[in-house]
C-alpha cells in the first residue's frame, strides 16, 4: 500500500556544493587567518560599504574577521539579490580570482564589519606558498563555481532555438568555460514567447544573450561574447613571456602547469575552452588514477586551474593566426589583431575531427551534425535514435553515453569491427548493450531534413544494402586533421601536416623527441606526427616537455 502524501525521494548527489558546505564556504582556524594576516592588511568597513562589483577585474580576497559579507547580483531593476553571505572566519571568492576575467557577482558589508584585505598579486604568492591554505581556498573556488552554475546566479540568460546552430555554439561556448547560464528553449520553453514579445524580438534575430548588468547581444560571435563576459585577456605586445603555450587541450595544459609551476612566466592561447578534443569526453575511464572515471571537462577545469593557482595566464577565445620565426623572441600574432612575444613556443593545438565527404553536409553542420557528445548536445537527443561515426574511444564513449539518453544508438564504422581501434572495455560495453547496434563495412551516403537534420541513409560496402533511419543527430568521430594552418612555412610538417620532431631534415637527431625543426619551439600532443593519441600521453609529452625548454632556456646549466 502506498502512502500518496509521502515526499519524493530524493536523490543523492555528491556534486553538489550545497551538500557540501563545510567545503564550499569553510570556516579558517585561527593560525591560518594570522598567516593570511601576513600577505596583507586588517581594516573597518562601514556596514553597508561595496567591496568589489560584477564586470571588475582582479579584485580583492577577504577573510572576516568581524561582521558579514554579502554576496550578490542585481536584478532587472537594479535591486541586489542576496544569495550567499560570509561570516567571521571565512572568505570572499570563487575560480576568477585565480585569473584576470571579470568578477561575475558583487560584494558589501552587510554590517559594520572587520576584514582581512588581500591584493590579487599578494594573494598569489599566498596560494603558491601556503599548501594548506591554499588547498582549502581551491576546494572552495571550485565548489562555488560549480554552485553558481547549478543555480544561474552570476550568469546570463540564452534565448533561441535549442537545436539551432548558433544556439549550440554560444551555449557550447559557456558550457566549456564553466559560466553560468539558463538556457531559454524557443522551442519548447513556455516562457519563451512572452520574453520574444517583451524584447520585440523577431525569429530570425535569435538566439540572444542576456546580461544582469542590462548587456543584450544579438547572435554574437563566440569572440564579442567573450569580450563581453569579461573571459579575454589584454596582451601587452611588449611584455616577453618565457612560455606561450598554443592550446589548452591535455598536453597544453600540463606543459602550462608544469611551467608554471617550476616558475616560467608562462600564457595559454585557446581558441574555444580548455580541454580540446578530450574536453568533449562525456566520461574517460582508463586514466589514471580516476577509478570511477572523469569528464574531460572536469578534468580540463581541474587542470585550469592548477596552471592558474601556479600563475599561468590564460587567453581563451583567441586563436593563434601567425608566428615570426625570422627572429627571436618568437612574436605570435592572434586573430584579434594582438601579439605577444615569447622565448619558448610549445605547439599543442592538437586535431579537428575529420568531415564527412556527403552532399549536403555543411548544411547540417550544428543543425544536427556534431563533434562532442556531452550532456549539452545529448539533451538534443532524448527518445530518438541517434548514428556515431567513427571507430576510436571517442567514439565508444560517445555511444555509451548516448545510450543513456537516445531511444537507440547506432555505430557506423567501415572496417570489419572496434577491436584494432577501440579500447576493450568499451568494445565490451557496445556488444552487451541492447541500446546500440554495431554496423560494420558501412558508410553514410544521404543526409535529408529541413531546417535541421532528419534522416540518415547508410550503405553496406560489400552488399550494397541501404538503410534509412529517422536520425536527427549524428556525431562524427572520424580521423583527424591537425591544427597546424596557423604555422605557415615556419616549421616542417609531415605528408599529413603534423609537426616533425625530434630530427632534423637531414636525419640528425635533436636533443629533444619534441623539439622541432626550430630552436626553442617544441612540439606536444596530438599536433606531433607520430604521438600517441590518448589523454595520458598528451599530458605526459606536456610535463616532459619542459625539461627540454629548461636547457633551451639555460644551456649553461645543461
Same mark, same amino acid.
Given at each position: 500500500?502506498?502512502?500518496?502524501?509521502?515526499?519524493?525521494?530524493?536523490?543523492?548527489?555528491?556534486?553538489?556544493?550545497?551538500?557540501?558546505?563545510?567545503?564550499?564556504?569553510?570556516?579558517?582556524?585561527?593560525?591560518?587567518?594570522?598567516?593570511?594576516?601576513?600577505?596583507?592588511?586588517?581594516?573597518?568597513?562601514?556596514?553597508?560599504?561595496?567591496?568589489?562589483?560584477?564586470?571588475?577585474?582582479?579584485?580583492?580576497?577577504?577573510?572576516?574577521?568581524?561582521?558579514?559579507?554579502?554576496?550578490?547580483?542585481?536584478?532587472?531593476?537594479?535591486?541586489?539579490?542576496?544569495?550567499?553571505?560570509?561570516?567571521?572566519?571565512?572568505?570572499?571568492?570563487?575560480?576568477?580570482?585565480?585569473?584576470?576575467?571579470?568578477?561575475?557577482?558583487?560584494?558589501?558589508?552587510?554590517?559594520?564589519?572587520?576584514?582581512?584585505?588581500?591584493?590579487?598579486?599578494?594573494?598569489?604568492?599566498?596560494?603558491?606558498?601556503?599548501?594548506?591554505?591554499?588547498?582549502?581556498?581551491?576546494?572552495?573556488?571550485?565548489?562555488?563555481?560549480?554552485?553558481?552554475?547549478?543555480?544561474?546566479?552570476?550568469?546570463?540568460?540564452?534565448?533561441?532555438?535549442?537545436?539551432?546552430?548558433?544556439?549550440?555554439?554560444?551555449?557550447?561556448?559557456?558550457?566549456?568555460?564553466?559560466?553560468?547560464?539558463?538556457?531559454?528553449?524557443?522551442?519548447?520553453?513556455?516562457?519563451?514567447?512572452?520574453?520574444?514579445?517583451?524584447?520585440?524580438?523577431?525569429?530570425?534575430?535569435?538566439?540572444?544573450?542576456?546580461?544582469?548588468?542590462?548587456?543584450?547581444?544579438?547572435?554574437?560571435?563566440?569572440?564579442?561574447?567573450?569580450?563581453?563576459?569579461?573571459?579575454? /585577456?589584454?596582451?601587452?605586445?611588449?611584455?616577453?613571456?618565457? +612560455?606561450? =603555450?598554443? $592550446?589548452?587541450?591535455? &598536453? *597544453?595544459? !600540463? %606543459?602550462?602547469?608544469?611551467?608554471?609551476?617550476?616558475?616560467?612566466?608562462?600564457?595559454?592561447?585557446?581558441?574555444?575552452?580548455?580541454?580540446?578534443?578530450?574536453?568533449?569526453?562525456?566520461?574517460?575511464?582508463?586514466?589514471?588514477?580516476?577509478?570511477?572515471?572523469?569528464?574531460?571537462?572536469?578534468?580540463?577545469?581541474?587542470?585550469?586551474?592548477?596552471?592558474?593557482?601556479?600563475?599561468?595566464?590564460?587567453?581563451?577565445?583567441?586563436?593563434?593566426?601567425?608566428?615570426?620565426?625570422?627572429?627571436?623572441?618568437?612574436?605570435?600574432?592572434?586573430?584579434?589583431?594582438?601579439?605577444?612575444?615569447?622565448?619558448?613556443?610549445?605547439?599543442?593545438?592538437?586535431?579537428?575531427?575529420?568531415?564527412?565527404?556527403?552532399?549536403?553536409?555543411?548544411?547540417?553542420?550544428?543543425?544536427?551534425?556534431?563533434?562532442?557528445?556531452?550532456?549539452? /548536445?545529448?539533451?538534443?537527443?532524448?527518445?530518438?535514435?541517434? +548514428?556515431? =561515426?567513427? $571507430?576510436?574511444?571517442? &567514439? *565508444?564513449? !560517445? %555511444?555509451?553515453?548516448?545510450?543513456?539518453?537516445?531511444?537507440?544508438?547506432?555505430?557506423?564504422?567501415?572496417?570489419?569491427?572496434?577491436?584494432?581501434?577501440?579500447?576493450?572495455?568499451?568494445?565490451?560495453?557496445?556488444?552487451?548493450?541492447?541500446?546500440?547496434?554495431?554496423?560494420?563495412?558501412?558508410?553514410?551516403?544521404?543526409?535529408?531534413?529541413?531546417?535541421?537534420?532528419?534522416?540518415?541513409?547508410?550503405?553496406?560496402?560489400?552488399?550494397?544494402?541501404?538503410?534509412?533511419?529517422?536520425?536527427?543527430?549524428?556525431?562524427?568521430?572520424?580521423?583527424?586533421?591537425?591544427?597546424?594552418?596557423?604555422?605557415?612555412?615556419?616549421?616542417?610538417?609531415?605528408?599529413?601536416?603534423?609537426?616533425?620532431?625530434?630530427?632534423?631534415?637531414?636525419?640528425?637527431?635533436?636533443?629533444?623527441?619534441?623539439?622541432?625543426?626550430?630552436?626553442?619551439?617544441?612540439?606536444?600532443?596530438?599536433?606531433?606526427?607520430?604521438?600517441?593519441?590518448?589523454?595520458?600521453?598528451?599530458? *605526459?609529452?606536456?610535463?616532459?616537455?619542459?625539461?627540454?625548454?629548461?636547457?633551451?632556456?639555460?644551456?649553461?646549466?645543461?
Amino acid at each position: 500500500m502506498s502512502d500518496e502524501s509521502a515526499s519524493p525521494e530524493v536523490v543523492y548527489d555528491p556534486t553538489d556544493p550545497m551538500r557540501r558546505k563545510e567545503q564550499t564556504f569553510p570556516r579558517l582556524s585561527l593560525e591560518m587567518i594570522q598567516r593570511i594576516a601576513t600577505y596583507g592588511e586588517e581594516e573597518s568597513v562601514p556596514g553597508g560599504t561595496l567591496l568589489f562589483e560584477r564586470g571588475q577585474r582582479g579584485v580583492d580576497f577577504f577573510v572576516v574577521l568581524e561582521g558579514l559579507i554579502e554576496i550578490f547580483e542585481r536584478d532587472k531593476h537594479g535591486q541586489p539579490n542576496v544569495f550567499t553571505m560570509h561570516a567571521a572566519r571565512q572568505f570572499s571568492g570563487e575560480m576568477n580570482l585565480l585569473n584576470r576575467r571579470s568578477i561575475m557577482v558583487s560584494a558589501r558589508a552587510a554590517v559594520d564589519s572587520r576584514v582581512i584585505r588581500v591584493h590579487p598579486e599578494a594573494f598569489r604568492r599566498m596560494v603558491g606558498a601556503e599548501a594548506d591554505i591554499s588547498e582549502i581556498i581551491m576546494r572552495a573556488f571550485i565548489l562555488r563555481r560549480v554552485g553558481l552554475i547549478r543555480t544561474g546566479y552570476g550568469g546570463v540568460v540564452l534565448v533561441g532555438p535549442g537545436h539551432s546552430a548558433d544556439t549550440l555554439r554560444i551555449e557550447r561556448f559557456l558550457v566549456r568555460n564553466g559560466y553560468p547560464h539558463r538556457l531559454i528553449d524557443t522551442e519548447l520553453d513556455p516562457d519563451a514567447d512572452g520574453l520574444v514579445e517583451c524584447f520585440q524580438l523577431k525569429r530570425e534575430q535569435l538566439p540572444v544573450v542576456i546580461c544582469p548588468e542590462h548587456c543584450f547581444l544579438q547572435n554574437p560571435s563566440t569572440a564579442q561574447l567573450a569580450d563581453e563576459l569579461g573571459l579575454t /585577456e589584454t596582451i601587452d605586445p611588449q611584455h616577453l613571456y618565457d +612560455v606561450a =603555450v598554443i $592550446g589548452a587541450g591535455p &598536453a *597544453g595544459l !600540463a %606543459a602550462s602547469v608544469y611551467a608554471a609551476s617550476e616558475g616560467l612566466s608562462t600564457i595559454v592561447i585557446e581558441g574555444l575552452a580548455p580541454g580540446g578534443q578530450a574536453g568533449t569526453s562525456s566520461k574517460i575511464e582508463n586514466y589514471l588514477g580516476f577509478p570511477t572515471g572523469i569528464s574531460g571537462q572536469a578534468l580540463a577545469g581541474r587542470a585550469q586551474a592548477q596552471a592558474q593557482k601556479f600563475g599561468a595566464r590564460m587567453a581563451i577565445s583567441r586563436h593563434a593566426s601567425g608566428i615570426d620565426c625570422s627572429q627571436q623572441p618568437y612574436r605570435l600574432q592572434l586573430d584579434d589583431g594582438q601579439s605577444l612575444l615569447a622565448r619558448v613556443v610549445i605547439v599543442a593545438t592538437g586535431a579537428r575531427y575529420r568531415k564527412l565527404d556527403v552532399p549536403g553536409y555543411e548544411r547540417f553542420e550544428g543543425e544536427g551534425i556534431h563533434y562532442a557528445a556531452t550532456a549539452m /548536445e545529448g539533451q538534443l537527443c532524448k527518445n530518438e535514435e541517434v +548514428v556515431v =561515426v567513427g $571507430g576510436g574511444n571517442s &567514439a *565508444g564513449q !560517445a %555511444a555509451v553515453f548516448l545510450s543513456r539518453i537516445a531511444r537507440h544508438v547506432h555505430i557506423l564504422v567501415r572496417s570489419n569491427g572496434l577491436a584494432a581501434t577501440m579500447s576493450d572495455y568499451l568494445v565490451q560495453r557496445i556488444a552487451l548493450s541492447a541500446d546500440i547496434t554495431l554496423h560494420t563495412r558501412s558508410e553514410v551516403v544521404a543526409l535529408e531534413g529541413d531546417d535541421r537534420l532528419r534522416t540518415v541513409t547508410w550503405r553496406h560496402r560489400d552488399s550494397g544494402e541501404l538503410t534509412q533511419r529517422p536520425v536527427g543527430n549524428m556525431f562524427v568521430m572520424i580521423g583527424a586533421e591537425p591544427n597546424t594552418d596557423w604555422l605557415g612555412d615556419c616549421l616542417a610538417l609531415d605528408p599529413h601536416g603534423f609537426v616533425l620532431s625530434g630530427r632534423c631534415a637531414d636525419g640528425h637527431l635533436l636533443d629533444s623527441p619534441y623539439a622541432t625543426t626550430k630552436p626553442g619551439i617544441f612540439a606536444v600532443g596530438d599536433v606531433r606526427a607520430g604521438s600517441v593519441k590518448r589523454v595520458a600521453s598528451g599530458v *605526459g609529452e606536456g610535463s616532459v616537455v619542459i625539461q627540454a625548454v629548461h636547457r633551451y632556456l639555460h644551456p649553461e646549466a645543461s
